[in-house]
């Protein structure tokens, strides 16, 4: 297993696991259950960690994070659900969670 990705937003972290998921990847989150009332630990222990679960998949996982920081040809997207904007880096609407980034886009 190898980290690929972490974030203090949780909500990043979950966007990303979908995405590599997506591609066929099988990843782990780790942390996910410590993220809430855990006051005493130093804010970085409680980042979500994204891990894919064969190394040979790193190289692959890596790149495909790396596409999606790169926001070529992306714009941003309004849900069709909600009505609200979301940012071109979400796969998912902020609000709702409805999976409208590729409908939503005009
Ligand atoms: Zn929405």
């Not at 804010?43 to 190394?55: A, I, K, S």
């Amino acid at each position: 297993m190898k980290l690929i990705y972490t974030n203090e937003n949780c909500f990043l972290v979950g966007n990303i696991k979908n995405i590599v998921q997506r591609k066929g990847i099988p990843v782990v989150l780790k942390n996910e259950f410590l993220s809430g009332g855990s006051g005493d630990l130093a804010p970085h222990d409680t980042w979500l960690e994204l891990w894919v679960v064969n190394d040979a998949d790193y190289d692959q996982a890596m790149s495909i994070i790396q596409d999606f920081n790169d926001p070529i040809d992306r714009e941003d997207w309004i849900c069709s659900s909600c009505g609200e904007k979301n940012s071109s880096s979400f796969e998912f609407c902020w609000n709702c969670q409805t999976d409208d980034a590729n409908k939503g886009r005009q």
